[in-house]
Every structure is written in structure tokens, then in C-alpha cells.
């Protein structure tokens, strides 16, 4: 049986670089060599235990790879050796979901998300993927695996902010927290024509990074009333849609009280425990609001729209990744990312890169440093 290198989640804050077998594909399904993978805040929330996966699984869920082999009845249109993207969320196309338009609920609630959650993940050198037709997004020879790295999830998601917020031209908009998913929502918010685009964080290198992203104009929640702010920029109207990027009752409970009667309330944010709105931040529930929220979006068309945006030069998402580690070092990226040393944003990690570190170096390896 053939071997592979992989992050294996063994526990609670125990994650173990392993030995484990490769994995073969089925009719339908492929393997694919990963080149470049990520690590992603929902990665975090599963090492610490608040988020519960199976002991033993490889996590991560943003793949960019080469074809490496082809199950059954794949090969009229893909081939060995060709590169690829796959989303994060990897919809069967077939199920009542799928064709209800829900893709990332495919076969059920949040069921799209398999890779890192109930099925082996991306941190490793080889990765098994399902209904392959729908889910292998060719990449265009002249793009760079950087480029590309944020589309499985981080920039599907943010944008998928904007999308699912119906932002028109000239509508303005608040986006609340202004991490790599929120700052790809301020970018979202621009490529949908808003006019004013308020980017909201407490951190100023990630307010300076929000204008880089498109946004008009940055607020601290810190140091002001950002509700009161948004309102007086508004006419005292509210904004047309607000975008919940973070996942805590505070930026939700903002979020709801800067949206205009007949606003939107764009929900990305991941919550856990209970969830409050109050009735006066709601007009007693009567304003003709709308609360909407939305999983990424996966599959190989929209990995093909995202990477056409790239192409085109309408966006530019390399700026995220600020780290770059060999996939050996995941104990160092790990714990920089889950810490937010450093003002990372995002770090790219490379299975076949060698690791800077003298421990886990076997069989006469020398220490060498990556080249990146
Ligand atoms: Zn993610
Ligand atoms: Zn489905």
C-alpha cells in the first residue's frame, strides 16, 4: 500500500504530522497531488474542540493540486497531470438540494463541507475527491497556485456576503470584521457597485488592509459608536446591507441596528450558543428586513467564476496570504495563524516544501530552508 504525509487531527489541541495510506479513487472520484493548501479560522474552531469532528480525520478543506489519478468515467474531461482548484464545499449536483439551488446544503444541512469535517481533508500530499465531475475546477496555465489559494473558501464565502446581501449600485454597505473572509466581503461589496463601503475593525493593520480591499472608508468599534456613525452617514437611514463576518452576538446585534428599514442583513459570521435579537434593533420584527445566511458556495463553475475574476485582473487576493510554511511545520503555522501573531492574515502551507525545522527530518534529510 502506498504512503502519504498527512495532518492528522488526533484531539483536542493535538494535531500529528502521519504516515497514512494514499488514497485510490473510485468510479467518479479522483486523487489529486495537493501543491498548496490553508489554514481556515473554521480549522481552528475544530483543533480547540468547539467545533466536533472524528479523531483520526485530516483536516483542512482548501485544495489547489495536480490530477494524480482518475476513477472511472472521468477522463472524457479531465487528465493526469492537469492542475486543478476544488471548493471547499463539494456539492454531488444530484441530490434534492443540489437541485433546489442549495449546493453547499447538498444531501442536508452544512453536508457540502466534507473535506476537514466528515471526509479527509487537504493537509496532506493527496486528496480524495468526491463526485470529481462536478467539483475539478481546471486552473488557467498563467495563474500561480497563490493565486488561486484563497477561492476554495475564503473568497467563495466573502463574496458570497455580497451576493447573498442583493447589493445593488450606489447601495451602501457596512462590513463587520474585517478578517480574510470579511475583507474578501468588502471586496464582494465593490465588485457589486456599492458606493459607500464602511469597513468595521478594531485593528488598525486590518482597517488600512480593508481600504486596500475596497472599502470608502474605516471605523474603529473601539474608540466610536459605529452604529451612531453609520446612521449620520446615512441620512439617519441605517446602511442598505450589513455583513456579519465574525460570528458573535455583538457584530450580529450591530449589524441588525445599522441596516435601514428594507435592509439586509448578510450573515457569515460562524455562531455558537444562543443567538439574540432584540425587538427594538428589529422595529418589533415589522420593518421588512431580511436576515440571510449563507454557507460558501462550491463547485467547479463557481471555482471557474472566481478564477475568470482573477484572470481578468479584477481582483487580487494574494495580499492575504502574509506566512508560508512547509506543510511539516503545520505545529509553527498552527500556532501563529490560531494566535494572530505576527498580523497574519492568512498562511500558505506546501506539502512537498522542506521543513525549517530539524524535528521530523528522518533517514539523512538535511535542513533546508524553503525557497519561497
Ligand atoms: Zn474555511
Ligand atoms: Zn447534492
Same mark, same amino acid.
Given at each position: 500500500m502506498e504512503m502519504m504525509k498527512a495532518v492528522v487531527f488526533r484531539g483536542v489541541n493535538d494535531l500529528r504530522v502521519e504516515e497514512v495510506s494514499k488514497p485510490r479513487p473510485k468510479a467518479g472520484e479522483a486523487v489529486i497531488r495537493i501543491t498548496a493548501t490553508t489554514i481556515c479560522g473554521t480549522d481552528v474552531h475544530i483543533v480547540k474542540g468547539e467545533y466536533?469532528?472524528?479523531?483520526?480525520? !485530516?483536516?483542512?478543506?482548501?485544495? %489547489?493540486?495536480? !490530477?494524480?489519478?482518475?476513477?472511472?468515467?472521468?477522463?472524457?474531461?479531465?487528465? !493526469?497531470?492537469?492542475?486543478?482548484?476544488?471548493?471547499?464545499?463539494?456539492?454531488?449536483?444530484?441530490?434534492? $438540494?443540489?437541485?433546489?439551488?442549495?449546493?453547499?446544503?447538498?444531501?442536508?444541512?452544512?453536508?457540502?463541507?466534507?473535506?476537514?469535517?466528515? !471526509?479527509?481533508? +487537504?493537509?496532506?500530499? $493527496?486528496?480524495? %475527491?468526491?463526485? +470529481?465531475?462536478?467539483?475539478?475546477?481546471?486552473v488557467p496555465e498563467a495563474l500561480t497556485d497563490e493565486q488561486v489559494l484563497m477561492l476554495p473558501d475564503i473568497a467563495s464565502t466573502g463574496i458570497s456576503g455580497a451576493e447573498s446581501g442583493n447589493i445593488r449600485i450606489g447601495d451602501s454597505v457596512a462590513v463587520f470584521a474585517q478578517g480574510p473572509i470579511g475583507l474578501c466581503a468588502t471586496l464582494g461589496a465593490r465588485l457589486r457597485g456599492a458606493s459607500a463601503i464602511v469597513g468595521v475593525d478594531p485593528v488598525a493593520e486590518r482597517r488600512a488592509m480593508s481600504q486596500r480591499f475596497g472599502a470608502s472608508m474605516t471605523l474603529d468599534p473601539t474608540s466610536e459608536d459605529v452604529v451612531k456613525r453609520l446612521k449620520e452617514l446615512t441620512g439617519g437611514r441605517g446602511v442598505d446591507v450589513a455583513i456579519e463576518a465574525l460570528g458573535r452576538q455583538e457584530t450580529f446585534e450591530s449589524a441588525l441596528r445599522s441596516i435601514r428599514p428594507g435592509g439586509v442583513l448578510s450573515s457569515l459570521g460562524v455562531y455558537s450558543g444562543k443567538l439574540v435579537?432584540?425587538?427594538?434593533?428589529?422595529?418589533?420584527?415589522? +420593518?421588512?428586513?431580511?436576515?440571510?445566511?449563507?454557507?460558501?458556495?462550491?463547485?467547479?463553475?463557481?471555482?471557474?467564476?472566481?478564477?475568470?475574476?482573477v484572470s481578468d485582473?479584477?481582483?487580487?487576493?494574494?495580499?492575504?496570504?502574509?506566512?508560508?510554511?512547509?506543510?511539516?511545520?503545520?505545529?509553527?503555522?498552527?500556532?501563529?495563524?490560531?494566535?494572530?501573531?505576527?498580523?497574519?492574515?492568512?498562511v500558505a502551507l506546501f506539502p512537498a516544501a522542506a521543513p525549517t525545522r530539524t524535528r521530523g527530518l528522518q533517514n539523512g534529510e538535511t535542513l533546508s530552508h524553503m525557497a519561497f
Open positions: 466536533p469532528v472524528r479523531e483520526g480525520l !485530516i483536516l483542512g478543506h482548501e485544495p %489547489v493540486g495536480v !490530477i494524480d489519478e482518475l476513477g472511472e468515467g472521468l477522463d472524457d474531461e479531465f487528465s !493526469i497531470g492537469q492542475r486543478v482548484i476544488v471548493g471547499a464545499i463539494t456539492p454531488c449536483g444530484q441530490c434534492f $438540494y443540489c437541485l433546489n439551488a442549495a449546493h453547499s446544503q447538498c444531501g442536508g444541512a452544512l453536508g457540502g463541507w466534507r473535506f476537514g469535517n466528515t !471526509i479527509n481533508g +487537504a493537509w496532506s500530499e $493527496y486528496l480524495l %475527491v468526491p463526485h +470529481a465531475r462536478a467539483n475539478l475546477a481546471a435579537a432584540p425587538y427594538e434593533a428589529i422595529y418589533a420584527g415589522l +420593518a421588512d428586513q431580511r436576515i440571510v445566511t449563507t454557507l460558501c458556495p462550491g463547485g467547479k463553475d463557481r471555482m471557474r467564476r472566481l478564477m475568470a475574476m485582473h479584477r481582483m487580487d487576493l494574494t495580499p492575504l496570504i502574509t506566512h508560508r510554511f512547509a506543510l511539516d511545520d503545520i505545529e509553527d503555522a498552527y500556532d501563529l495563524f490560531s494566535r494572530q501573531g505576527d498580523g497574519v492574515l492568512k
